[in-house]
């Protein structure tokens, strides 16, 4: 069964960085989409980032693209989100979230089958 883990998060002043990383166990193949997500108390939960492990193609959110940057490490069964420039805006609960194969809709949250814990970040002024 896949697993994903997620840890990194925090609390860090406004304009200050983090990085956040997502294990995952239980994939067959280096072929998934893995993404970002965020959710917010009283908020919808919103993408961040995508990315499809096969080839690396990268999807960003309008509202982090330039400041967040998703990477990830077939190696290591691993995905990571490098957040700079943090805004209190940012603020909420981050999961990863995985689905097998090339996904259509990559920041739809409802495309993925598969979701971690969450992992906060809180981001003060």
């Known amino acids: 069964q896949v697993q994903l883990v997620e840890s990194g998060g925090g609390s860090v002043q406004a304009g200050g960085s983090l990085r956040l990383s997502c294990i995952a166990s239980?994939?067959?193949?280096?072929?998934?989409?893995m993404g970002w997500f965020r959710q917010a108390p009283g908020k919808e939960r919103e993408a961040v980032a995508s990315?499809?492990?096969?080839?690396?193609?990268?999807y960003y959110a309008d509202s982090v693209k330039d400041r967040f940057t998703i990477s990830h490490d077939n190696a290591k069964n691993a995905v990571y989100l490098q957040m700079n420039s943090l805004k209190p805006d940012d603020t909420a609960m981050y999961y990863c979230?995985?689905?097998?194969?090339?996904?259509?809709?990559?920041?739809?949250?409802?495309?993925?089958?598969?979701w971690g814990q969450g992992t906060q970040v809180t981001v003060s002024s």
């Open positions: 990315i499809y492990t096969g080839d690396g193609s990268t």
């Open positions: 979230a995985g689905q097998f194969g090339l996904l259509f809709q990559p920041l739809e949250p409802t495309e993925y089958q598969h």
């Open positions: 239980g994939y067959t193949y280096n072929t998934n989409t």
